[in-house]
């Protein structure tokens, strides 16, 4: 056919990579877009945390932003440190999950583990777990 299209043009150009575990937490059909994206980013570990701004020479302290005087870090940020544990811990209880909070690739272990589809309980908490990513990162900055 002689008719552009964007699809055809996506699928031509773009690179394929291999399924990560975690996509459906992502990209789940009631994702808010931009918590999406930042939750995206740190599973990928692609946030510029102070660790990593630190490392590259563009901060002279690491010191976490919620004073809790350790070291940011992606793992810290999410959600090992006080001022985020007890959000997270807060936004659980909201989805009725009482259970201790753990090291963040625990944290998706049991999401993924939890994942019981399209169901609205799942769907909430994959939601929660976004916009908590997303809106600490918004605090972070």
């Given at each position: 056919?002689?008719?552009?299209?964007?699809?055809?043009?996506?699928?031509?150009?773009?690179?394929?990579?291999?399924?990560v575990d975690?996509?459906?937490?992502?990209?789940?059909?009631?994702?808010?877009?931009?918590?999406?994206?930042?939750?995206?980013?740190?599973?990928?570990?692609?946030?510029?945390?102070?660790?990593?701004?630190?490392?590259?020479?563009?901060?002279?302290?690491?010191?976490?932003?919620?004073?809790?005087?350790?070291?940011?870090?992606?793992?810290?940020?999410?959600?090992?440190?006080?001022?985020?544990?007890?959000?997270?811990?807060?936004?659980?209880?909201?989805?009725?999950?009482?259970?201790?909070?753990?090291?963040?690739?625990d944290e998706?272990?049991?999401?993924?583990?939890?994942?019981?589809?399209?169901?609205?309980?799942?769907?909430?908490?994959?939601?929660?777990?976004?916009?908590?990513?997303?809106?600490?990162?918004?605090?972070?900055?």
């Amino acid at each position: 056919s002689n008719s552009f299209s964007t699809m055809q043009a996506w699928q031509r150009i773009r690179v394929r990579s291999a399924e990560v575990d975690w996509h459906k937490l992502v990209w789940h059909p009631v994702r808010i877009p931009k918590h999406a994206f930042c939750l995206w980013l740190a599973l990928r570990r692609s946030h510029k945390n102070r660790d990593k701004l630190l490392a590259i020479g563009v901060l002279h302290t690491a010191s976490c932003v919620f004073n809790c005087g350790k070291v940011e870090s992606l793992e810290h940020l999410f959600f090992q440190c006080p001022f985020t544990l007890n959000i997270w811990k807060a936004v659980l209880a909201m989805c009725n999950v009482l259970r201790p909070i753990v090291q963040w690739m625990d944290e998706i272990k049991w999401m993924l583990d939890h994942d019981r589809g399209h169901k609205f309980p799942t769907l909430v908490r994959k939601l929660g777990f976004a916009a908590s990513v997303y809106h600490l990162w918004l605090e972070r900055n």
